[in-house]
């Protein structure tokens, strides 16, 4: 159930979100000098936590921030934040920073990073409602050279997504000078002649945890996997077009700039990759 004054997580405290302060020197605020994690519980049990624990320590380590003390008990103060909100099916954002310090660049000395765990309803994915769908627009990717870091400073994804909203479509596809990287919030893949192509997992992209996963899924299917560069020509005259996210499932990607994929309609390998997902979360979450 949706809570309108949830119960979040803040330095150690549970608190109701109405309840919660943060300085004014927030260096989160002051400089997106931090990092977060989104993760999904479905019937009360997270999915992944190992592989966003470790893309978390990463992203601490890359920006010279120790894991702040409680970081290995984040599985059970997520659990315990769903059980006092009363949700089973869920998402949590998880949002380490430098911490309150006056102004300056540099790193404050002695001072404790900020943790912020905040829960909110997340539908379990329906694999008998078929893949849901989405459109989106080519738009450059303005963002700096270290995508793999999951860092607050989300401007540009922020602007992208903006973009796409105003064009009418619910994604912005980046590209670097025609070479498809990801979206603002979920990584792309596409088909190409039964096999699936996606961007190599380096400093350009966000490794996606559902993305890992879902190319597990698909050399387990027999489907050959392509980790490498492609242009948006090679994604606008692709069989299918796909996302992957914690938010978003596998989601088909039916019109690109107002071009249908193919027949403008999910393709098969998607619908594949669709129902092997809802099975792989039935198997991780929902059984015995
Ligand atoms: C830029 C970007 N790429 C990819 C992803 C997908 O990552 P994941 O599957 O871990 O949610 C996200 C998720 O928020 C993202 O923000």
Same mark, same amino acid.
């Given at each position: 159930m949706p809570h309108s004054d949830p119960i979040i997580y803040l330095n150690g405290d549970f608190i109701h979100k109405s309840a919660a302060t943060m300085s004014v020197d927030e260096r989160g605020t002051l400089f997106a000098d931090g990092v977060y994690e989104v993760l999904r519980f479905y019937a009360g049990r997270p999915l992944a936590a190992p592989l966003h624990l470790e893309r978390m320590r990463k992203s601490l380590s890359r920006i010279g921030l120790a894991p702040p003390d409680d970081f290995d008990q984040l599985p059970a103060t997520a659990q315990a934040l769903l059980e006092k909100n009363s949700l089973q099916n869920a998402k949590i954002y998880w949002q380490v920073t430098r911490g309150p310090a006056p102004r300056n660049a540099t790193f404050p000395k002695g001072v404790p990073p900020t943790v912020l765990i905040v829960p909110s309803h997340s539908d379990p994915l329906?694999?008998?409602?078929g893949v849901p769908t989405q459109t989106a627009v080519l738009t450059p990717d303005? +963002?700096?050279?270290?995508?793999?870091i999951k860092s607050l400073m989300l401007l540009p994804n922020v602007l992208a997504a903006n973009a796409a909203h105003k064009a009418g479509c619910d994604s912005a596809f980046l590209h670097r000078d025609g070479a498809v990287t990801e979206a603002t919030n979920a990584n792309i893949m596409i088909v190409r002649d039964g096999e699936l192509w996606t961007h190599p997992?380096?400093?350009?992209?966000l490794n996606g945890v559902t993305r890992q996963i879902v190319l597990g899924l698909a050399r387990d299917l027999g489907i050959t996997v392509r980790e490498q560069v492609y242009d948006t020509d090679q994604l606008l005259t692709g069989d299918e077009v796909l996302l992957t996210g914690t938010t978003i499932h596998v989601t088909a990607v039916t019109h690109v700039d107002g071009q249908?994929? +193919?027949?403008?309609q999910p393709g098969p390998v998607t619908l594949r990759l669709h129902e092997a997902l809802a099975r792989y979360i039935a198997g991780e979450c929902l059984s015995e």
């Open positions: 329906d694999a008998g409602s303005e +963002r700096w050279s270290n995508c793999w997992a380096d400093r350009w992209i249908p994929i +193919r027949n403008g």
